[in-house]
């Protein structure tokens, strides 16, 4: 895939506490119109595993998974130039309005930035912009199946991911 890209709409309700932001979906997740569509990215098993639970089979349940927790899902890029799914080869990206999200949204208390990129990008564009000053940022290690040094399995990033936990709310599976 090259060429412009776009991230999808925001997965969110305004019960959200918790706003996970990527940086851009990968190809595969474009290609099923699917916030971390690719099997092998760790969100879904991490998102679940901090709760003890385990991952439902359909996106569908796995979204409304998500919003029982009160997690919210968007991209901090709203489009980009990139050929392929590496974070890497993004240009001229061009974020999404996350300002008017929060004005809209105000229980959003959070945002965990998953990856580098995406807190990066969002830092760029938005540096002490006023908006966000009851908002937590948490930079977080991606849930991209790409090993690193740091992190090589789901235990590695379900203990880095463990800080968010006070945000999700405590639900029944």
Known sequence: MSGR???????????????VLGSMPGAQSLQLGQYYGNPRN??????????GDTPDESYEARLDYARRKGVALWDVIGSCERPGSLDANIREAVPN??????RNYPNLRCFAFNGGKSFDTFR???GRDPAFSAVELIQLPSTSPIP???MRTLEDRLAAWRVIAPYLKQTES
């Open 5 to 19: 890209i776009h991230s999808f709409a925001p997965v969110i309700d305004g019960e959200a506490a918790l706003l």
């Open 42 to 51: 760790y969100f879904w098993r991490v998102l679940y595993g901090l709760s």
């Open 97 to 102: 309005d996350l300002p008017e999200l929060v």
């Open 124 to 126: 760029r564009h938005y």
């Open 148 to 150: 690193t040094a740091a």
